[in-house]
């Protein structure tokens, strides 16, 4: 699935918050096609790992490689790297002041990726693709919540990155809704986007992911195939976890 | 309690009524009786308190244990502040100006007033029911004030005055004011075409002050300007009227805003502490105005009221002015407030964000504590007379300022708790699309922002609009100080204020309803 392209590299990536420490130390190569599952208990620094990947958290220490460029060194534009590194939340956060058509318009023809008319374009094209083409003109508010995660997904989709990162992007749904939801990441998935996704869905991570990482106490406890991950967990601290979650 | 609430009847009675005339522009006489029926109401409410004083005011030797009304800071508070002090209980009221303490006289809630002769002449004439001791309070020189120091203006005044004395001018001019029924407004002064290359003497009086210094028809005028006018004349110089307060002139003229004082400054001790006299140039006394016993008043159709206080001399262009003022003062004074509001808040939200601006959001800060923690009309006084001081800008310019500063402080606090309330989340979505701060404050979060504080920063306008009533104080005329105008000529409080008032209550109407649509389209958007 992934070829040898170089994503994203995280060395050594610690991180506190008024001395309190979440991160202490994780390294990792994240390749193109690469979808990697991030797992672990409540409060373990999912979040704020994802959130480090493009600085929407400034790291305490250590590296974060996007393509080859050091995001922790000051002089590089991370507005320019952000553009790059599609980013969903939990809770959708789409911008209720703007009709569905304008949320995925706005950054292409903000940051003269695209005219108007090409946004527009692109835009009417990615909702079909999601089945939503009838909302191109509704706002949010009346919009369930699979329909906002799926336009979040694609308003990201917009800028045309090259990774996605998820934050447990089916945390906040209904349970009904899930599964349109992860369909739509699946089918990402399958047209080698590379993704990073923090999730509480096992069969997600065991069937879309091609890795999956443990993290517990600020650390990577353990990082393996999804098989490896589910049927042979050689960490107490994952079986145990797997044991409550499964 | 009862008695608040009668008042607010009384006031909502004719308030209602006042209306209702302006409808249909005809003031019947069952209406005429109402009004009496609600001025009846309100000194029955004031008598009560009156009562404890008791025995009428009858000479000089009266006055201890009585309540005395005054000017603010005139020769007779000056003089009667010594009873104050005796320990027979006399109490001092001090009014703006002197059509006030008249005012309070007729309705009862002080025994005497104690003004300058002529001024007190004109009020007596005007209102039926009062009358002037014949014993006289006090004998006094008026002259002009210059500021200490300026001796040069003195020795220029002095010497034009003199001529003037000599060639009759002074004679004709003060018999023209206050001479006798046929002298009076026998001599107009005439500007003299003369080359007026000195400058400009700019001559600060308080226009409230008959036959001294008044307004008619809609320009100032009066003994004082006349004389003012002739020495100008003879000094080559160009005349610039600043109407103020009265106890406002001395400062203005300390702080040069005013180069000489005209309005009927009798010569003290206490004053000439803090200015330079020129010679006297009229003489006239303090006298004693009191009420007769079982005063009522002679009663005027309320259609005589509205024609004297609205209609002649076209006075309701005061109230017109005025509101010109008003609006202009408002309108502008909001563009200052959104323009320098959302910027302040701009800063104050970045830095407690990103932690940067650290100088401009200390700046902000003390300009928020300092404004927010004093009183506007404060700022609006020392913005005129400090900052301004030796600038010559127009007043409305001074107003449109004072005004704007303080309310881009209301501004930015609202803006601020706007912008908080935005979810974090729509800023963390825009920055990770790409947009730097400054695209994701004003393409997300200012726009929501504003949706959700538009009825807050409306509501602050609305008490703008209130606030700037004040601007008076500047001697500025908006719609307040136009319905003042009116009342010094005609001594008349009731139906000016009502009026002025009711204009106040039909923008702030008017506005309200407009914030209410705006607030439920609002709502409606979205969906
Ligand atoms: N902005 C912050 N300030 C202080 N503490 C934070 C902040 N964000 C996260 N934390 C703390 O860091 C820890 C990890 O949080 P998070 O990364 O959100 O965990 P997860 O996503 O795995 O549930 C938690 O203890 C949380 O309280
Ligand atoms: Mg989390």
Known sequence: MSDNTVILEVKDLCKSFDGHEVLKGISTTIRKGDVLALIGPSGCGKSTFLRSLNLLETPTSGHVLFEGTDLTDPSVDINQVREKIGMVFQQFNLFPNMTVRENIMLAPVKLHKMTDVEARKEADELLARIGLSDKADAYPASLSGGQKQRIAIVRSLAMNPDIILFDEPTSALDPEMVGEVLSVMKELATTGMTMVVVTHEMGFAREVANRVMFINDGVIQEENTPQEIFEHPKSPRLRDFLSKVL | ?527
């Not at chain 2, 940067?356 to 504590?369: D, E, K, P």
């Not at chain 2, 601020?416 to 963390?428: H, K, L, N, P, T």
């Open chain 2, 1 to 527: 309690m009862k008695k608040l609430k009668q008042r607010l009847l009384c006031f909502f009675a004719a308030a209602g009524f006042v209306l209702g005339a302006a409808a249909c522009g005809n003031a019947s006489n069952e209406a005429g009786e109402t009004n009496a029926a609600g001025s009846a109401t309100e000194t029955q409410a004031t008598e009560e308190a009156g009562n404890e004083a008791a025995g009428a005011v009858l000479s000089v030797d009266d006055l201890p244990g009585k309540r005395i009304g005054v000017q603010l800071g005139t020769t007779g508070d000056s003089y009667v502040s010594d009873y104050e002090s005796d320990g027979s209980g006399t109490a001092v009221e001090r009014y703006n100006k002197g059509a006030d303490a008249v005012q309070a006289l007729k309705q009862g809630k002080i025994d005497c007033v104690i003004i300058d002769e002529e001024p007190a002449l004109n009020f007596v004439e005007q209102n039926p029911g009062l009358r002037v001791l014949p014993e006289e309070f006090t004998l006094e020189d008026y002259a002009f004030v210059v500021g200490k120091g300026n001796d040069g203006l003195v020795e220029a005044v002095n010497a034009a005055l003199g001529e003037l004395g000599e060639e009759g001018v002074l004679d004709e001019i003060k018999k023209n004011y206050t001479g006798t029924e046929e002298e009076v407004g026998s001599y107009l002064y005439e500007k003299q075409d003369v080359e007026r290359s000195n400058g400009t003497l700019v001559v600060g009086t308080n226009a409230e002050f008959p036959p001294y210094e008044y307004y008619e028809n809609g320009s100032i005028t009066g003994l004082d300007m006349d004389i003012m006018q002739a020495v100008c004349d003879k000094l080559g110089m160009e005349m610039k009227i600043e109407d103020m307060a009265f106890d406002s002139i001395i400062p203005a003229i300390s702080t040069g805003k005013v180069d000489i004082g005209a309005a009927g400054f009798t010569v003290t001790e206490e004053r000439k502490k803090n200015v330079n006299f020129t010679d006297t140039y009229t003489t006239s006394k303090q006298v004693i105005i009191v009420a007769d016993a079982g005063n009522a008043g002679a009663k005027s159709s309320f259609a005589d009221k509205l024609y004297d206080n609205f209609v002649k001399e076209n006075r309701y262009l005061y109230l017109l002015k005025g509101l010109g003022s008003t609006l202009v003062i408002t309108i502008f004074a909001v563009m200052i407030g959104i323009v320098l509001g959302f910027l302040i808040a701009v800063v104050r939200t970045s830095h407690d964000r990103t932690g940067g601006f650290v100088i401009l959001n200390g700046i902000c800060r003390l300009y928020l504590t300092i404004v927010r923690g004093t009183p506007v009309m404060i700022q609006l006084l020392i913005i005129y007379y400090v900052i301004f001081q030796s600038v010559n800008v127009g007043k409305t310019l001074v107003a449109i300022i004072a005004f704007g500063l303080n309310s881009a402080a209301y501004v930015a606090e609202i803006v601020r708790s706007g912008i908080m309330a935005v979810d974090i989340g729509q800023f963390e979505a825009g920055r990770s699309l790409g947009l730097n701060y400054k695209q994701t404050m004003s393409a997300i979060v200012l726009p929501q922002a504003i949706k959700n504080i538009l009825p807050a920063l409306c509501n602050e306008f609305i008490s703008l609009l209130k606030e700037t009533s004040i601007s008076g104080y500047i001697g500025l005329m908006d719609l307040t100080k136009g319905g003042d105008i009116i009342r010094s000529i005609t001594y008349e409080a009731f139906l000016p204020l009502i009026v002025v008032a009711v204009v106040y209550l039909l923008m702030v109407m008017g506005l309200s309803r407009g914030v209410s649509v705006l607030e439920r389209r609002l709502r409606n958007n979205e969906r």
